[in-house]
Every structure is written in C-alpha cells, then in structure tokens.
C-alpha cells in the first residue's frame, strides 16, 4: 500500500519558471507533510513543512498548499533557478510519543531540472 | 552546524557477509531511525530505535537485520548475512523531543553494494 504518492515523476522548467509538484495522501492520521530536497550524493534535507491546520505555508521561494478535504498537498518553487535542480521527496508522518517524530512515509521523488 | 555522520561513504561486500553501517547522530538527539534508498526509488522506513530500545520497525526490517547503540555516540546497523536486494544506500537520521522537534536531520548515507 502506497501511503504518500507523488507526481510528476520528473519535471523540467526554465530558469524562472514555477515548478508544482503533487502528493496525496491516504491517512488521515498524518499530521506532519515535510518536503526534502535531495542532491546527488547526499541525504534527504528538510526543506520546508507543514501541519493540517495551516491552508499555505511559504519560506522564501517555497510554497506548500495543503488541502485536507482532499489529502492532497503540493509544493510550489517561485522563481526557480538551476541551483534548485535537484530531486524532491513530499513525506508524511505522525508524532509518536508527543510531539517526537514518527516514522517518515515518502512519496518516490520527483527530479526537477531547471534549465538556464 | 551539528550534522549525522555516517561511516563509511560507501561499502562493497560479497553476498552472504555481514556489514555493520555506522552512523553518529547529533549529540542531543534521542530518537534515531535507518531509511534506506534503493537506486532509484524513494526513500523507505527501516527502523527507529529511542530509549536503548527498538520503537518501530518495517516489513523490510527482518531478522538478517539488528541495530544497536554500542555507545554514547555511534548507532549502528547490522545486516547479518547480505543479499544482491541489500544494495542500497543506507540513511541514518535523528530527531530531537519536544516540542517543535519534529525535523529529522539526516546522513550523507553509505552505499552498501553486495556482489
């Protein structure tokens, strides 16, 4: 069972563009959507997240919407540059234990390129 | 700024071997987990270990897998007798408690390839 799903796949825009990636989620009990940004070589990095309570959330050109009547959450990138080309995880969990964290469920990335 | 360290970068062993993949999560943190990334593919859950204690683990975690924390310091992973399907990069993470803590910073990752 795929808890978090992902798309697109892979996604290429221009320098400037604005990239939309998608997840939808299936449990209801998740209260915590972290996104991470992966480059080559290296380990997931948090890199902006959100709670059910919050409709938007944005850190500098970063932008999550979260719908909870559809269990859907995407992430947007204003003003992309080929620096932000790297592959993206939305993820999805619930604290344990108070306000610790659980166990992450990722979506299966989605590669961005942004072309000069 | 602390960071996960995991040790070696990348690891090749011959199937049927045992590996130990070592990792030293930040100094304050108290929850700890393995996650592992097949070429490829998205990140998976392995196991999450608090208290000296195994708190959740995944299909994936059987019994050709162990974690331990030997130390203060290190968290270590155990893969007892190794498969072509072990190939993988391996991710150590850890999390803080408390309230707000709810990041999980992440390894650099060893890649274990089994030949």
């Known amino acids: 069972q795929q808890q978090v799903k992902q798309s697109p796949q892979s996604l290429i825009v221009q320098k400037g563009g604005i990239p939309i990636i998608n997840c939808a989620y299936e449990?209801?009990?998740?209260?915590?959507f972290p996104w991470y940004q992966q480059f080559p070589g290296k380990g997931p990095a948090l890199l902006i997240a959100?709670?059910?309570?919050?409709s938007e959330k944005k850190e500098g050109r970063f932008t999550i919407s979260f719908n909870k009547s559809a269990k859907q959450f995407s992430l947007h990138i204003m003003d992309s540059q080929p620096g932000d080309s790297a592959t993206y995880f939305c993820?999805?969990?619930?604290?344990?234990?108070?306000?610790?964290?659980?166990?992450?469920?990722f979506g299966r990335g989605t590669q961005l390129t942004v072309w000069p | 700024e602390p960071e996960v360290t995991q040790t070696p970068s990348h690891q090749v062993t011959q199937m049927g071997q045992e590996v130990i993949l070592r990792c030293v999560p930040i100094s304050n943190h108290l929850y700890f987990y393995w996650y592992r990334q097949i070429l490829g593919q998205k990140v998976e859950f392995l196991v999450s270990f608090y208290n000296n204690e195994i708190s959740e683990k995944s299909e994936i975690f059987d019994d050709q897998f162990s974690v331990e924390r030997p130390d203060g310091s290190n968290f270590t992973l155990k893969i007892r007798s190794t498969k072509l399907e072990d190939s993988a990069m391996y991710f150590c993470?850890?999390?803080?408690?408390?309230?707000?803590?709810?990041?999980?910073?992440f390894g650099q990752g060893t890649r274990l390839t089994v030949v």
């Open positions: 959100i709670r059910p309570d919050v």
């Open positions: 449990n209801t009990a998740f209260d915590y």
């Open positions: 993820a999805a969990t619930y604290r344990d234990r108070g306000s610790t964290l659980g166990r992450l469920y």
């Open positions: 993470a850890s999390s803080a408690r408390g309230r707000g803590s709810t990041e999980a910073f």
